[in-house]
């Protein structure tokens, strides 16, 4: 499985700016106006994994495959977009589709780059768009409580979206629904408010370090568990330079990981993400699964014949299998094992999946 994290914000925050630069390319129009962004933008990136590289070196194999992520670079919204104001309902139809909110907000100072609001405030502004995503949902819930279409919904997607009229009209955490429902029942409902969110604080070069005080009364707000600071210029100029020449000017600036490495990790958390292995001499692949995938379940991210006829999967631990440089030896050492149906798959495993076809 891939996921997708759209990147919304006010116009002109530098939404296009960070999706050229974790994208590596110039797909996004990045202009000092608002909504020169109309339709999404999509890239695919290959998520960076260390221990992919180290386990392709021990098994010699032909081909190294990351596995990806996808970027959407969402047009900037404004106050009404609920009520269709700017690019407002393509706002909405496009956030619907993806699995993740990157919330860009503004935090620097600058005559050149226009400003939508008279003032730089990153929290008013993540409120602005808040406030809309929880009103589309106010809408379709109503529509959906109509009496003429209750009628059609499922006694738990019916108790879901109750609970969720209740919380919006009465200023209460919708996330709460997250105690009660698990992710399928909720993505079933289809509520923006409850998407994961990463909040990303733009800043320029000097507050790269140690932020400014734009972001240090956001994180006053909302807390820094799913708060990143980025400069998108400086990821931009990053993503220009070669290998050697992008680490001596990561180390000049003082920054010690890349967005997109920083962007990744928030984004698997928040989406309770593991990645595992296979390796053999024609290629070592990374795939992404659910945390507390059963084997059957991980062996179908390959193809779902693999799920339909498990038997059993041959697994060993990354570093078992880094150790014992590789299958053969982790086999005659005891680090490998055999799996059931009932195995959890932990991240960093490198699975052989055994099935009948």
């Known amino acids: ?17 960070l999706f050229n630069a974790l994208t590596n390319s110039s797909k996004a129009q990045a202009a000092n106006f608002p909504f020169c962004t109309i339709d999404p933008n999509v890239g695919i990136v290959p998520v960076p994994d260390n221990r992919l590289n180290n386990l392709s070196r021990v098994s010699k194999s032909r081909k190294t495959i990351n596995t990806t992520i996808s970027f959407v670079d969402i047009a900037g919204l404004v106050k009404g977009a609920s009520k269709g104001e700017g690019l407002g309902n393509k706002f909405l139809s496009h956030i619907r589709e ?26 008013r502004d993540l409120e602005i768009i808040e406030t809309e995503i929880m009103l589309a949902d106010l809408e379709s819930i109503q529509k959906r409580l109509d009496k003429n279409n209750k009628k059609n919904i499922d006694e738990e997607h019916l108790k879901i979206l109750e609970i969720a009229l209740d919380c919006i009209n009465n200023a209460k955490d919708i996330s709460i629904l997250k105690n009660d429902f698990d992710s399928k029942q909720l993505n079933q409902c289809g509520l923006l408010s409850i998407k994961p969110k990463i909040l990303v604080c733009n800043v320029d070069e000097q507050s790269i370090q140690e932020g400014n005080i734009y972001t240090k009364n956001f994180m006053k ?38 967005g997109l490495n920083m962007l990744i990790q928030k984004g698997y958390k928040i989406l309770e993400l593991d990645t595992y292995f296979t390796s053999g001499p024609e290629e070592t692949r990374a795939w992404t699964i659910q945390k507390n995938c059963t084997a059957p379940k991980a062996a179908g991210e390959i193809h779902s014949d693999f799920e ?17 440089d590789g ?16 195995y959890i798959v932990k991240d960093g495993d490198v699975l052989n999946f055994r099935f009948n076809t």
């Open 1 to 17: 499985m891939s996921f997708k994290c759209g990147i919304v914000g006010l116009p002109n925050v530098g939404k296009s700016t």
């Open 98 to 123: 993806v699995d993740a909110i990157i919330h860009m907000v503004r935090c620097f100072d600058s005559e050149d780059i226009q400003n939508v609001n008279p003032t730089v405030d990153p929290v």
């Open 221 to 258: 707000k909302f807390g820094e568990n799913n708060t990143i600071i980025v400069s998108a210029d400086i990821e931009n100029q990053i993503n220009g330079l070669k290998s050697d020449e992008k680490k001596k000017y990561m180390e000049m600036i003082g920054l010690k990981e890349t």
């Open 308 to 324: 339909k006829g498990f038997i059993r999967a041959e697994t060993v631990s990354y570093e078992d299998f880094i150790a014992n």
């Open 327 to 342: 299958w053969v030896n982790s086999k005659t050492s005891g680090k490998m094992r055999l799996e059931g149906k009932d």
